[in-house]
């Protein structure tokens, strides 16, 4: 395997043991010394350091290669932040060609703020998409060159006890208009998707697979009359209520803090919660939507714990 953007070498520590030999190449020599060092901390013996920066036409690319790996750096001199491909160092859209031709598989480390679909368009030959999230926040978008058969997503969301989703992009497709809830119940439970399924766009699809039924089209928010696995959040509704004045003060019974999400509302958190009166935290969980039909709905929720699967 062959890592075009060495770095500290952390990546590259992760991936050597897989392979019989390992290059790493970076163009800084102060970071090849101190990867040099990470590499005798892991005891990696077969690593190999090549000073050098790596362009297409470089020899290290002219042989077969099982598996090249790049992670772009995402800032320019300034230290200001790149999000296009073209932008980063190096463009891998440049390598393409090169990775047809003398690499059995690839895989590109890329910012999670970009647009799939226009990945996608740059990438063609793309077979694989990871998205990985860390405690709800999505922090990185693989892509992986190589492999047969159809393009599939997979979304992860480390450090929660959360099952993963994958998918064929062919599902994806095919995915049906979503049922639509007509009346939001206490005792209905809340589903909201983590933040790498709603990255990958595939909320529909996965509800579909579990039977939930979405609030409204632009909510991104689920009902199911029954807790089970999912990759996002789960709660169960003890209260549903309008946005008037004497529906808000039954449903919020004298409460003095929740934790506000609003989904497809007309005002912020920070609006809604001034309105409300109410403090941030506590066990009381409160989503602002907007239904179906039209109307706005306050929901209080309490929060379920992860099933074990």
């Known amino acids: 395997m062959v890592d075009i953007t060495g770095g500290y070498g952390i990546d590259f520590c992760a991936l050597a043991p897989l392979f019989r030999q390992a290059i790493y190449a970076e163009r800084q020599a102060h ?51 790149m ?55 999505c922090k990185e978008l693989l892509v992986v060159i190589g492999g047969s058969g159809e393009r599939i997503y997979h979304c992860v969301n480390l450090g929660a006890n959360e099952s993963h989703f994958s998918c064929l992009e062919r599902e994806l497709r095919n995915t049906e208009t979503p049922q639509f809830i007509e009346e939001i119940k206490i005792g209905n439970y809340l589903f909201e998707p983590n933040a790498s399924i709603l990255k990958a766009g595939v909320q529909d699809l996965l509800c579909q ?10 909510s991104h928010l689920y009902i199911g009359t029954e807790q089970m696995n999912f990759p996002g959040r789960i709660f169960r509704i003890t209260d549903v209520g309008g946005l008037g004045k004497q529906a808000v003060r039954q449903l919020l019974n004298d409460t003095e803090k929740a934790n506000l999400t609003v989904r497809n509302f007309p005002c912020s958190v920070d609006e809604l919660r001034r309105r409300l009166k109410i403090r941030d935290g506590g066990d009381v969980y409160l989503f602002a939507t907007t239904k179906h039909d039209g109307s706005h709905a306050l929901l209080r929720c309490e929060r379920c714990q992860p099933m074990s699967f």
């Open 31 to 81: 970071l090849c010394n101190m990867a040099q060092q990470n590499f005798e901390v892991f005891g990696l013996k077969n690593a190999e350091i090549v000073c050098e920066e790596v362009k297409k036409e470089s020899p290290l690319l002219q042989k077969t290669i099982s598996f090249l790996f790049a992670d772009p750096a995402r800032r320019d001199e300034k230290g200001e932040k």
């Open 83 to 137: 999000v296009a491909l073209e932008d980063c160092s190096p463009d891998i859209t440049e390598f393409l060609d090169v990775i047809d031709t003398h690499c059995a598989a690839a895989m590109f480390k890329l910012s999670p703020m970009l647009d799939i679909r226009e990945v996608l368009k740059k990438i063609p030959n793309t077979s694989e998409i990871h998205v990985v999230s860390v405690d709800g926040e």
């Open 209 to 218: 697979r579990l039977g939930l039924k979405k609030i409204h089209p632009n």
